[in-house]
């Protein structure tokens, strides 16, 4: 019995060999379009992509090195002292400025206050050249008439303290012989109300 004759394997096809090639290229062009599109990304927080290029934050250095970290702690120190300084200097200027500003509306108070007390006060005054003032008769707050005779002398003056709205300021007054007498009603600040004069025996003034 013989055997059937042993046929050759078959030659595999030259174009199955040179298929793997153009596979590889296809992964690296594949690749390479995906390398591109990822370029304008990045998972860096410290880098930001900007008209092609990209910018990097200074990068946070961390150390063992025990002199180093002395050092930065005594510099973190320095700054927090140094603001709570400015910060105090501020609040103290801003006090003081506080405190000046009140002292200048106290003052201005009590100045105003002054003012106001020196208008309230009402000077009446007689004066003569003659021998003497027979009598004054003048106005006094709540519209009270006050008469004073046989005046010592040539002068004479009366001040009272009134408020002006509540007060009606006259006076008369009469020469105790020749001569000239003259009346003259006064704030307590030297404003002048009113004066006037008179002369001849026994004559009489007024003002008001």
């Known amino acids: 019995?013989?055997?059937?004759?042993?046929?050759?394997?078959?030659?595999?096809?030259?174009?199955?060999?040179?298929?793997?090639?153009?596979?590889?290229g296809v992964v690296v062009a594949v690749l390479l379009i995906a390398?591109?599109?990822?370029?304008?990304?990045?998972d860096d927080p410290g880098r930001t992509a900007i008209s092609g290029s990209t910018l990097s934050s200074p990068p946070i250095v961390?150390?063992?090195?025990p002199a180093v970290a002395a050092s930065v702690s005594s510099a973190a120190e320095?700054?927090?002292?140094?603001?709570?300084?400015?910060?105090?200097?501020?609040?103290?200027?801003?006090?003081?400025?506080?405190?000046?500003?009140?002292?200048?509306?106290?003052?201005?108070?009590?100045?105003?206050e002054e003012e106001a007390s020196k208008a309230r006060k009402i000077t009446y005054s007689v004066t003569t050249t003659g021998s003497g003032i027979s009598s004054v008769?003048?106005?006094?707050?709540?519209?009270?008439?006050?008469?004073?005779?046989?005046?010592?002398?040539?002068?004479?003056?009366?001040?009272?303290?009134?408020?002006?709205?509540?007060?009606?300021?006259?006076?008369n007054a009469q020469n105790a012989g020749g001569g000239t007498i003259t009346c003259r009603i006064s704030r307590g600040d030297g404003t002048t109300i009113a004066e006037n004069s008179s002369s001849g025996a026994y004559a009489v003034v007024s003002c008001g």
């Open 35 to 42: 390398a591109i599109a990822d370029g304008g990304k990045t």
């Open 62 to 65: 961390t150390t063992t090195d």
């Open 137 to 171: 008769t003048y106005l006094k707050p709540g519209f009270n008439i006050s008469q004073e005779t046989n005046v010592k002398g040539k002068k004479w003056s009366k001040t009272i303290e009134s408020d002006e709205s509540a007060l009606g300021v006259n006076m």
């Open 1 to 24: 019995m013989s055997l059937p004759p042993t046929m050759p394997p078959a030659p595999e096809s030259p174009n199955k060999w040179k298929k793997w090639p153009w596979i590889t």
């Open 78 to 112: 320095a700054a927090r002292e140094s603001v709570s300084r400015s910060i105090a200097e501020s609040a103290g200027r801003s006090s003081e400025a506080e405190r000046k500003s009140s002292e200048a509306a106290i003052a201005q108070r009590k100045a105003d």
